[in-house]
């Protein structure tokens, strides 16, 4: 399976503009339990960690990014920059966020509340994750 899935959201325009919708259970493959925005970003990468048990599907509703993905074996990388088109983020896959534009505005679902023990920040722990070295 590609490291990049995407995940494409029909537009409802008219001559008033554009409206887009994401449902659950329709378009994403698991249950939203959190919603959080990424905004007013420095030119600094963020990301730089994988999650346990966490998958969540991002958005770039305004702007641009680019995101890396890694599942330790390959690495991928595609630059959002359309509401209409989520970047769905498994569980144990690498992510760096690299390269926002000055007015990118990111959204992203979740499927589990906030949790710091779910996350793997370094790089070589997540590898051991991996290969199952590491618990
Ligand atoms: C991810 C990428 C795409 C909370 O308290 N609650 C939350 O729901 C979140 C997401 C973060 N935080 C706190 C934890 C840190 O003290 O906000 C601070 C910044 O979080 P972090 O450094 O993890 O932010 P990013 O932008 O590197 O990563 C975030 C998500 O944490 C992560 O799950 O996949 O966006």
Redesign the pocket.
């Known amino acids: 399976m590609s490291l990049i899935q995407l995940i494409e959201l029909p537009i409802f325009g008219d001559g008033r503009g554009d409206l887009v919708s994401i449902e659950a259970s329709k378009h994403i493959p698991f249950d939203i339990k959190?919603v959080?925005c990424?905004f007013n970003l420095a030119d600094h990468p963020?990301?730089?960690?994988s999650?346990r048990q966490?998958q969540?599907l991002?958005f770039c509703v305004h702007g641009s990014c680019r995101f890396i993905l890694d599942n330790g074996t390959e690495r991928d990388e595609v630059t959002l920059s359309r509401p209409t088109q989520g970047l769905l983020?498994g569980n144990l896959i690498w992510?760096e966020?690299h390269d926002f534009s000055d007015d990118c505005v990111?959204m992203?679902l979740?499927s589990e509340?906030?949790d710091?023990s779910d996350?793997i920040r370094d790089y070589t722990t997540f590898q051991d994750v991996i290969r199952g070295t590491a618990g």
């Open positions: 959190r959080y990424l963020r990301g730089m960690h999650h966490l969540q991002a983020i992510r966020m990111i992203v979740a509340h906030y710091e996350y």
